[in-house]
């Protein structure tokens, strides 16, 4: 089945702490993409990644870190989590100029 | 700058025809998109507009007008699980993908 997946989906942490949110997807597809969604703000993209290890800022990349060293993968790294990156996150992948596929999204809270 | 806009909620009768709008100011153009969104869910894609005009799909069907930065997704024989938050997305001529802050859409019996 093709699809996006996100570990973990749900994650409480503290300030400080360095965390990995995976992204994995199975279609072999070129973009890949993080965003992050609060109330009243919409969807803003973190960083985006258009091949195998080419990155991109969005307009939301401070505090996070990306990296695509093979093109299934693409993993959203927080050095040093604030509580106002709690949020919830999602990743997706697309065929260059096709439809992005969304995962499930991760619920994170920085306490 | 960058910048798109749409109703913040609309509210529609079951059966009935609902428009909701899209306008954009942004750092060059590489297609428009339409998403679904159910509460606690991920976004799911409705349609693409590249070039000016309608695109047809079922119930929906969204419309592109490039010169005007202007876009619209038609939800037609409404249905109660329309009820949901359509979000507008433009991407840039450099890949990144910006979202507006999306349309709550009710639909009444």
């Known amino acids: 089945e093709a699809q996006v997946t996100q570990n973990p989906r749900y994650l409480i942490t503290v300030t400080g702490k360095k965390l990995t949110v995976t992204c994995s997807q199975n279609m072999n597809h070129e973009y890949m993409s993080w965003y992050r969604q609060d109330p009243g703000l919409g969807l803003r993209q973190i960083y985006y990644s258009m091949n195998v290890e080419v990155t991109d800022k969005g307009d939301v990349p401070e505090g996070y870190k990306v990296s695509r060293k093979e093109k299934r993968n693409f993993p959203l790294i927080l050095e040093s989590p604030s509580p106002n990156q709690t949020s919830l996150y999602f990743c997706?992948?697309?065929?260059?100029?096709?439809?992005?596929?969304f995962g499930p999204g991760t619920r994170l809270t920085v306490l | 700058g960058q910048n798109i806009d749409q109703p913040t909620e609309m509210t529609a009768t079951e059966g009935a025809i609902v428009q909701i709008n899209c306008t954009y100011q942004t750092s060059g153009f590489n297609g428009l998109f339409w998403y679904q969104q159910h509460a606690g869910e991920a976004p799911t894609f409705l349609s693409y507009n590249v070039l000016d005009g309608l695109e047809e799909k079922g119930r929906f069907s969204s419309f592109l007008s490039r010169s005007k930065g202007y876009s619209y997704l038609l939800l037609k024989e409404l249905q109660m699980k329309d009820s949901a938050s359509y979000l507008c997305a433009v991407r840039e001529e450099g890949g990144k993908l910006i979202f507006g802050q999306g349309t709550e859409l009710s639909v009444k019996p």
């Open positions: 997706a992948s697309s065929a260059h100029t096709d439809t992005q596929y």
